[in-house]
């Protein structure tokens, strides 16, 4: 079992960053491939980015690309989303998930455990 705890969201207007955190409890959190995704209003949840067990890996999603960077360290059983460039459009409830796959993975049915989420608005 993992419990993830989601910090960091909040109000920023356009153009502004946050660091979103995940701390992680329970099993060894380095074993998890960890990613970060998120749900705007009305929408479906979608991935964002993704980071392998050793952090030898990211993926993130064209749509943040070049303003987004998940890293993780695991002597703090932590990951992180740095948000930069923010825009309106990424409002939304962000959540970090973990998978014990050895690949990253984009689809939510991979992810074996979830955070509670943390908002981020953007305004313009």
Known sequence: QVQ????????????????????????TFSAYTLG???QAAG????FVAAISWNGGS??????????????????????????NSLKPEDTAVYYCAADLGLTIATQEIRYDYWGQGTQVTVSS
């Open 4 to 27: 993830l705890v989601e910090s960091g969201g909040g109000l920023v207007q356009a153009g502004g960053s946050l660091k979103l955190s995940c701390a992680a409890s329970g099993r």
């Open 36 to 38: 970060w995704f998120r």
């Open 43 to 46: 929408r479906e949840r979608e």
């Open 58 to 83: 990211t993926y993130n999603v064209d749509s943040v690309k070049g303003r987004f960077t998940v890293s993780r360290d695991n002597a703090k059983n932590t990951v992180y989303l740095q948000l």
